[in-house]
Each structure stands twice: as C-alpha cells, then as structure tokens.
C-alpha cells in the first residue's frame, strides 16, 4: 500500500516550523518588518521641525529690570543692553507650568519690576517663566534713562498661521504645535498663558505675533476652538519693542 504524502502544517507549540514554511514565513517577516520601518519613517518624515525651541538650563536663574505691560497679556519690556540686545526688547512673561502672570502683573503695569526665572527661547521669541527668590516685584533700583516707547500702529493685516500657546511653542514643549497639541495648549491658554500666532511665513521680520481681542484685551474663550488649525485672521497689527501684537476679531477665521 502506498502512503500519502502529507502537506506540512505548523504547530503553534512546535520549536521551529517544517523546513518547507521556513523560507515562507522568512520572506513575510521581512516583509512585514519592511512595511513597518517605511511607516515609521513616513510618520517621522511627516512631523515638522520643532526648531530650536527650549528652555535656557544652561543659562540658569536669570534676573531682568524693566517695565511691565499688563494687557493684553504680561510683558516685561526692557532697555538695551538688559538681555544684550542693542536694542529695547519685548518678552512675554507666565508662571511655573499653565500659568499666568496676569494676578502678579495688573498691580504693577507701567511700573519698573525686578523679574526672576528661567528663560524660554524660539528664535527671537523669548518668554520668562517668573519665579523662584526675585518672582515679579516692584524694582530695588530704577531703569536709569529708559521709557518704553508708545505702540506703533501697523495698519490692518491678514495673516495666515496657527494659533499655538506662547509657553509651549517657545520650548517648554516640542514641538508645541499641530492638532497633537491642541489639548495641552488650549490648557495653557485657559490658565492665562499668552497665545501666539505662529505665520506661514514671516512679515516685517516677524513671524509670530502676540495676539489679543480688537480692543486689545485678552482673547475670550472662543479661541480655543481655532488652536492648532491652519487659519487666516485679520485685524490690526502694532509694534511695541520688537514684539508683534496682532488684535484680532475671531468672527474674521477661517480654516484652510
């Protein structure tokens, strides 16, 4: 009597598979790992460059004198040479994590401060996180021959861009922007941290902007339903300083 041949199967429990599956089963593992190292490198390609955003270590607790704006959202403004800049420099200010100055700055707008932190930076986008033994206070000695200059009025601008929240995107995160951050930025900006509007491009030097409602009051609740998309706005652009501030009506966004 002769016996059937029988087609190998595999045994889950087996120690290796029949000799005639191992070439099989070889070439869908490269496979599959080849499929899944494309991917990867797709998804990685995809994500954009979250640029030299950080927080300044290196720098350590860092102290400036200068003046506060309390609206739209807190500056400390500061004469040349405070940060060694040759020039007067705007940077926004917050509080240790999703917090933000507005409490510690409204007492003290238009009065020359003491303020002590850690500095964030974005290119020319710095931010201070106040705190630590100096905080925000009313300055031990005066700014001698320094007046923060009036606002220069830009005219009325369109931009194209997307809202990001100002701590985030100059580096306490990376990359701090995109639909990945939404959540954690519109936090931020619940807890009074300033939004900033990140342009496609940039405009007069500049390519982020403090933003601020049309009469230059802090944004309602209204703009977290616009963080992290790409958008057009329009509204009236000034300059105080170096610093953009871009005032905005919402009712003028559009997604893209």
């Known amino acids: 009597m002769v016996k059937k041949k029988l087609d190998p199967f595999f045994i889950g429990w087996a120690k290796k598979p029949p000799k005639v599956l ?9 496979v599959l790992v080849g499929a899944a190292v494309g991917v990867a490198f797709g998804i990685g390609s995809s994500v954009p460059d979250p640029g030299d955003a950080r927080f300044a270590w290196g720098a350590g607790y860092q102290t400036f004198t200068g003046y506060v704006d309390a609206k739209p959202y807190p500056l400390l403004r500061l004469p040349a040479g405070e940060d060694g800049r040759d020039q007067p420099h705007a940077m926004l200010i917050s509080g240790i994590g999703k917090r933000g100055m507005q ?12 303020a002590g932190g850690i500095l964030l930076k974005r290119g020319d986008l710095d931010m201070l996180q106040v705190g630590g ?10 700014v001698p021959d320094f007046t923060p200059a009036p606002a220069e009025h830009l005219g009325k601008w369109r931009l194209t861009g997307e809202i990001c ?3 985030c995107y100059t580096g306490a995160m990376r990359p701090g ?15 009074g941290i300033p939004p900033v509007f990140v342009t496609t491009a940039p405009l007069m030097g500049s390519e982020f902007f ?7 009051e802090p944004l309602t609740s209204e703009v ?3 963080v992290a998309l790409l958008i057009s706005l329009e509204g009236e652009v000034e300059r105080r300083d170096d610093l953009m501030i871009f005032k905005v009506n919402l009712d003028s966004a559009k997604q893209l």
């Open 22 to 30: 191992q070439g099989f089963l070889f070439l869908i593992s490269a």
């Open 103 to 114: 409490q510690l700055a409204g007492p003290l707008d238009g009065q020359v401060v003491d």
């Open 133 to 142: 033994n100096v905080s925000l206070r009313a300055a031990e000695k005066p």
């Open 165 to 167: 929240d100002g701590k």
């Open 177 to 191: 922007v995109g639909l990945a951050h939404k959540a954690c930025a519109n936090l931020c900006i619940i807890g």
């Open 210 to 216: 403090l933003l601020a409602d049309e009469n230059g």
């Open 224 to 226: 977290q339903d616009w």
